[in-house]
């Protein structure tokens, strides 16, 4: 059974600085996606990453793939208060067609 | 385009009575999903569909049941409502493509008192 972690679950952080959220996976899995959720809103797809060493850049957002590691990373550059919402990944098994998702991140940036 | 409208937006119900979601998608995808939003557990995946006339569980499946009759509906229902069952349920479709992620709508908030 696919198992998604994301860490940390809640960030405050001040306008202007760096930070990178975290999200492990438990099994093989050649599909990444993450996505942004404002109160009261739909979730919003940010990047798709499909293999290894993969890397998505918007704006701000930085997102990476290693999947030898499991691992994927947001990071966010010199934040903005816009920027402030709950972010989640979600995983998909190689052969399946349902995602897991992360418990989810919620970001306040503070000026 | 309006992509995945959920209907109702609001619903408040009674314990044991039951109610049917509504999830339309004009995308023309094969995919449907069921999820459920509750506070510190991210989506859980109630059930999905990969094309018309199939339907799956998924992690939360119980005191649930979907039908997708048609590509473009997937139909959520609650036979006897259960407190337990307060949420935020979303939908989305996908066209099954891995490079293509999930499309969701905008959410129901379903209150069971």
């Known amino acids: 059974e696919l198992k998604v972690e994301q860490n940390p679950l809640f960030l405050s952080m001040q306008e202007g600085k760096n930070y990178t959220i975290y999200c492990n996976y438990s099994?093989?899995?050649?599909?990444l996606y993450w996505y942004r959720q404002d109160p009261g809103k739909s979730l919003e797809s940010l990047f798709v990453?499909?293999?290894?060493?993969a890397v998505k850049q918007e704006g701000r957002l930085m997102a990476s793939l290693d999947t030898k590691a499991r691992l994927s990373t947001l990071h966010i550059t010199a934040a903005v208060h816009d920027l402030s919402a709950t972010y989640f990944c979600a995983a998909q098994e190689t052969s399946g067609s349902r995602l897991t998702f992360g418990e989810g991140t919620q970001l306040t940036v503070n000026p | 385009n309006a992509g995945v409208t959920q209907t109702p937006k609001f619903r408040v119900l009674k314990t044991g009575q039951s109610m049917t979601l509504l999830c339309a998608q004009d995308?023309?995808?094969?995919?449907m999903y069921w999820y459920r939003q509750d506070p510190g557990m991210g989506l859980r995946l109630i059930h999905y569909s990969v094309g018309e006339g199939t339907t799956a569980k998924g992690e939360v499946p119980d005191g649930y049941n979907v039908s997708r009759l048609k590509k473009q509906n997937f139909l959520l229902g609650l036979e006897s409502a259960a407190p337990s069952q307060t949420s935020v349920y979303f939908c989305?479709?996908?066209?099954?493509?891995?490079?293509?992620?999930?499309?969701f709508g905008d959410g129901t908030r379903l209150s069971i008192l």
């Open positions: 995308m023309n995808h094969e995919y």
């Open positions: 989305a479709s996908s066209p099954g493509r891995k490079d293509q992620p999930q499309h």
């Open positions: 990453l499909l293999s290894n060493g």
């Open positions: 099994t093989t899995s050649d599909r």
